[in-house]
């Protein structure tokens, strides 16, 4: 059994917290630990009147200071644009095709088109450029492009977007729905065809003789009599087993009973024109560019 503690004359009081013996002495706070403690729960009184801080139903509480993390970023977004505006306007108003030979120029334009890039591409064409095939994304690496790939075709493409509305000099391609137009063994000869001059195993040889045919009477106005396609009218090349939408079979099969038809929005109403000749360059400069 332990033996109670020996007490002296100036002990303080205790809490009346014993343990095996042990007295808890209930000692005051240091005085700067309790005026550093008033003096926090002050400064957070202050900071939520001065500042945006209590959470209200569509918003938090503005604060007396109208301080704003959003006006803040906006004023350092205005003053990279204004120390930009320079080159910028260089950028909006030099001939396209002279970009990738100024290389201060086509540098910024790189930078500044990688970031748009990233903000308004990204998302359909991926983060490297790539594309997404089963989605109907092109690939923006390769050298198949359809109404061209040299830097002003591009822009182009960027600024009015491809088979939109919102745009009356929007690219514009349309594959007519063969499922209405041809019969589903027809449509099995034509795809067997288009198979064996991409360079695939048709999945039924006997069916190739016939699918020409069928091919040159419904499909080479548009794709060529060798099926090269015609860049020109967004016809794409058939026999470079480079797909859109997929090249397996059935795929095929789908492609050409049911049509597509892959829309780009016009990006004039959005980016700057010097927003859209960085990302003209950016994408030519990926090596997909001619």
Known sequence: MSKPSKKFDDDPDTTGHTWDGIEEFDNPMPRWWLWTFYATIIWGIAYTIAYPAWPMVSKATAGVLGYSTRAE???????????????????ASVDIADIP?????????????????????????????????????????????????DIEAI???????????????????????????????EIEQVVNFVTSISGGTPMDASMVEAGAVIYEDNCSSCH?????????????????????????HDTLVETVAYSRFGVMPPWSDRLSEAQIRAVATYVHSRGGGE
């Open 73 to 91: 970023v906006a004023k350092d977004i205005a003053a990279v644009t204004e120390a930009n505006e320079a080159i910028n306007t260089r950028l």
């Open 155 to 185: 822009t182009t493409t960027i600024r009015h977007g491809i088979r939109n509305e919102d745009d009356d000099d929007a690219r514009w391609s349309e594959m007519p729905a063969f499922g209405d137009i041809l019969e589903p063994e």
């Open 101 to 149: 030979g100024n290389p201060e120029l086509e540098n910024y334009a790189i930078q500044a088109g990688g970031a748009v890039f990233r903000t308004w591409c990204a998302q359909c064409h991926g983060s490297g450029g790539a594309g997404v095939q089963a989605s109907g994304y092109p690939n923006l690496l390769d050298d198949e492009w359809l109404w061209g790939g």
């Open 224 to 248: 060529g009599e060798n099926g090269m396609g015609d860049r020109e009218q967004g016809a794409p090349n058939l026999t470079d087993a480079i797909w859109l939408y997929g090249g397996d």
